[in-house]
C-alpha cells in the first residue's frame, strides 16, 4: 500500500530567461515578458511530494520534519530572494525556466529521498501556470 504526503513551499526569485546566442528582438519574441534585461520576479509555489509505504513503526510514509528541513536547506536558502541567473550556479549556463527549475530541484532533492521512495515535485511559476517532474 503506497500513500503519498505532499509539503508546499514558497520562494520569491528573479529571473530573466533569454540565449546569449539570440538577437534581444529574438529573446524578447520567444520569452516575452521573462526575457526582460533587467529581470523579474516570481512568486514561486513548490509542491514536493514522497511516495512510499507507510513505516508500520511511526505511521508515517516520511517524517514531515525531515522533508521540511530538506526542502529549507536545498531549496529555500540558495533560491529564496535571489537572482537564479547571477547567483544560482545551477543556472548559469541553464535558461531558469520553470520546467528547468523543476528539474534542478528534483536533482538536488532526489539524493536525500532513500530509493525506496519516489519523489515528484511541481514548481509553480504563477497561479495558472506550473509544471511537475518526477525524474
Ligand atoms: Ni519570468
Redesign the pocket.
Known amino acids: 500500500m503506497k500513500v503519498t504526503v505532499s509539503r508546499k513551499a514558497h520562494f520569491n526569485a528573479a529571473?530573466r530567461?533569454f540565449r546569449p546566442d539570440w538577437s534581444d528582438e529574438k529573446n524578447a519574441q520567444v520569452f516575452g515578458?521573462?526575457s526582460n534585461p533587467n529581470y523579474?520576479g516570481?512568486n514561486y509555489e513548490l509542491i514536493v511530494s514522497v511516495t512510499g509505504e507507510i513505516d508500520p513503526e511511526t505511521g508515517f510514509v516520511i517524517d514531515m520534519k525531515d522533508l521540511k528541513e530538506l526542502i529549507k536547506t536545498e531549496v529555500d536558502e540558495p533560491f529564496d530572494h535571489k537572482n537564479l541567473n547571477e547567483e544560482v550556479p545551477e543556472f548559469k549556463n541553464l535558461n531558469p525556466t520553470a520546467e528547468n527549475i523543476a528539474v534542478v530541484i528534483f536533482d538536488k532533492l532526489r539524493p536525500h529521498i532513500t530509493s525506496a521512495h519516489e519523489l515528484s515535485v511541481t514548481l509553480y511559476?504563477t497561479p495558472r501556470n506550473f509544471v511537475s517532474y518526477s525524474g
Open positions: 529571473h530567461l515578458k521573462c523579474h516570481h511559476e
